[in-house]
Nanobody, 127 residues
């Protein structure tokens, strides 16, 4: 099992930056794909990006590509989401998630493809 705790959310002006952290515990973290998702009020949970177990492969939703970056530190058991040039439409609760299963392309970008979730952290971008 993997336990996840996000932090780093807050209020920021449009064009600003935030760095979210996801602290993990559990033996299987270093072999897990890690994803970031977000959910705005009244909307479905939305894929943001994922990173593979080694950190060598990342993939992002078109809406954040070029602005967001995911990294991980397996020694520290943490995953990070660096968010730059934030926009009001980025306002949401952000969740990190862990997938313990194998690579299945269709499952990497959907919430149902992930087994463990954090409690979320609020990001609010003002215009």
């Amino acid at each position: 099992q993997v336990q996840l705790v996000e932090s780093g959310g807050g209020l920021v002006q449009a064009g600003g930056s935030l760095r979210l952290s996801c602290a993990a515990s559990g033996r299987s973290f270093s072999s897990s794909y890690m994803g970031w998702f977000r959910q705005a009020p009244g909307k479905d949970r939305e894929f943001v990006g994922f990173i593979n177990w080694s950190g060598g492969t990342t993939y992002y939703a078109d809406s954040v590509k070029g602005r967001f970056a995911i990294t991980r530190d397996n020694a520290e058991m943490a995953v990070y989401l660096q968010m730059n040039n934030l926009k009001p439409e980025d306002t949401a609760v952000y969740y990190c998630a862990a997938r313990g299963g194998p690579w299945i392309q269709s499952m990497m970008i959907t919430p149902t493809g992930y087994d463990y979730w954090g409690q979320g952290t609020q990001v609010t971008v003002s215009s």
